[in-house]
């Protein structure tokens, strides 16, 4: 299935300069990148982009972090995307996250894991749609 997913870098991400290794590795797995920004993450985006944890007591730390700093958003596309990039993220609690993955190799907290990938299809559309407008995303193809 050819699909896109929403790849942020977050702020501990692009204060410890992991942008170029995290786009790196998802350049090499084949995927393609068809859309980038780095930006000030807005509250009104982050209400909505973590929506479904506003009522978890972590919510509030969360929202300060991902406010924190910049945060890098990409969408990448390419034949199943979302579940492979979930994969090489690895697990939201870097402590628990296998080696080889990009929290498992980079990071050590479940508060500073380093890097958002969509967690469906489903929301991956939404975030995509959150996070760009359609102008921003560009369809290229490779030139033979
Ligand atoms: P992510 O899965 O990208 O999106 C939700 C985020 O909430 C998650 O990464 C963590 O950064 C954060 N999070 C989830 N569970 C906890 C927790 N128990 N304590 C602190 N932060 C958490």
Same mark, same amino acid.
């Given at each position: ?44 985006? @982050?209400?909505?982009?973590? *929506?479904? @944890? ?20 990409? =969408?990448?596309?390419? *034949? ?13 609690? /870097? !402590? ?9 190799? @980079? !990071?050590?907290?479940? /508060? ?7 967690? /469906? =299809? ?10 760009? *407008?359609?102008?921003? @995303?560009?369809?290229?193809?490779? /030139?033979?």
């Amino acid at each position: 299935v050819r699909e896109r997913t929403l790849i942020a870098v977050k702020p501990d991400g692009v204060q410890r300069r992991l942008v170029g290794e995290i786009i790196k590795r998802f350049e090499r797995r084949g995927f393609k990148l068809v859309g980038m920004k780095m930006l000030q993450a807005s509250e009104a985006v @982050l209400g909505k982009h973590y *929506h479904d @944890l506003q009522r978890k007591p972590f919510y509030p730390a969360l929202i300060r972090y991902m406010a924190s700093g910049p945060v890098v958003a990409m =969408v990448w596309e390419g *034949h199943n995307v979302v579940r492979s990039s979930r994969l090489m993220v690895g697990e939201t609690d /870097s !402590s628990q996250a296998k080696p080889g993955t990009v929290r498992g190799d @980079l !990071s050590v907290h479940i /508060s500073r894991n380093i890097i958002h990938a969509s967690d /469906s =299809v489903e929301v991956a559309k939404k975030e995509i749609g959150l996070w760009f *407008h359609s102008a921003e @995303l560009i369809n290229w193809e490779t /030139s033979d």
